[in-house]
């Protein structure tokens, strides 16, 4: 456990996330470049979509970052909550603009997909709506950290939220088995029959695995931010500017 | 593990499991509003409202999409496994629209037990191949049986 607790320590993390973050960022970029081309480009066309299949390269990886952000999320504010760690809480609150990112890309990918196959731009089906609460609980966490003056009541706040909001994450991902939907049902998590061909599904796994990688190298990179707002008026901060 | 520390974990703990239950509850309350479409069975079984419109999602019945030349008057079938109710819209169709795709229609059904349209959108599955595949994946039975996909597991 001793790690654990060096690695509790602020200004060590401070000090080890920058290279941390850089050896996230350099294989996530290269991945997900290689990824989104690679479906782009390379990947035969679909049967049925034709070309505009394509955007659940960029489609599919956002959605996925929009609900392992959020459960992310929910996991650091549990921690928050009970062992009061002050990391935890600003991975709450550095995650959370990253997160909406995502879930915005997700909505608005999906949205442009929607009215070629679909014929529309939205519906209000249980998959579509579900995710938009998603965004609204996303937006909600940056709120009422921007709400609350005090750092730490604020970070507990948005700790709750987050633990509150997890029970969506389910409801979305299971959203298209249980109810009649317009969108239709998984594809990379259906166990059996592969519902993707191999030359379609590579990019794709390549392309959600570099997204994910960036989200760990965004989120860092905020939370070292978050951490020098919070702790300005320390020791250790004052020493990182007047090193620099 | 100290004292503080277990009560405060066994507050987030029941916290959560207790909006997880109020949640299920409430969704399975809820569960006929959340229903995007009902399937033609349904429909023929007599659980679709009358008198006010809904959706319906099926698919298009083998060889009984019918156009009018000289207006966009369409009449097709929309089947699952069991039954079959008959459509007309008249507006544009979805590119993907055509014989065997699942199809979602927005209307209200008439005397006659037809149900009259305003608004068709496509469904696509979940399947992405490529035309080679696809053709080899193809089999001869043409039947128009509702897909699993197309139905929410009750």
Known sequence: ?244 | MTRTRRRRLMLVGGLFVGLAAATALALTAFSENILYFYQPSEIVGGEAPTHTRFRIGGLVETGSVERNNDDLLVRFTLADCEASVPVQFRGTLPDLFREGQGIVAYGQLNDAGQFVADEVLAKHDENYMSPDVAEAMKDASGTSCMPSNMQAKR
């Open chain 1, 1 to 244: 456990m001793l790690w654990l607790h060096r690695f509790g320590s602020l200004p060590y993390f401070y000090r080890v996330s920058r290279p941390i973050a850089l050896a996230l960022a350099v294989p996530g970029v290269l991945l997900a470049v290689y990824g989104v081309y690679g479906g782009l480009v390379n990947a035969p066309v679909d049967y049925q979509q034709g070309d505009a299949f394509r955007i659940l390269y960029i489609h599919v990886p956002s959605a996925w970052l929009s609900l392992f952000g959020y459960t992310s999320m929910a996991i650091a504010g549990a921690v928050a909550l009970v062992w009061r760690l002050k990391l935890a809480e600003i991975f709450v609150v550095a995650a959370a603009p990253v997160g909406a990112s995502f879930t915005f890309l997700a909505l608005v990918t999906g949205s442009i997909w929607g009215k070629p196959m679909w014929g529309t731009w939205w519906v209000w089906d249980a998959r579509l709506t579900s995710e938009l609460i998603l965004l609204f609980l996303y937006l909600g966490v940056i709120a009422l950290h921007n709400a609350i003056e005090s750092p730490r009541s604020a970070a507990r706040a948005c700790a709750l939220l987050s633990v509150v909001g997890v029970i969506n994450v389910p409801i979305i991902h299971f959203s298209v088995e249980w109810w009649n939907t317009l969108h239709q049902g998984p594809t990379v998590t259906r166990f059996g029959r592969p519902a993707m061909e191999m030359a379609m599904l590579w990019p794709l796994l390549c392309a959600a695995l570099g997204f994910t990688l960036m989200f760990g190298w965004l989120t860092l990179w905020n939370m070292r931010a978050q951490l020098l707002w919070r702790e300005r008026r320390s020791r250790w901060v004052k020493k990182v500017f007047s090193d620099a």
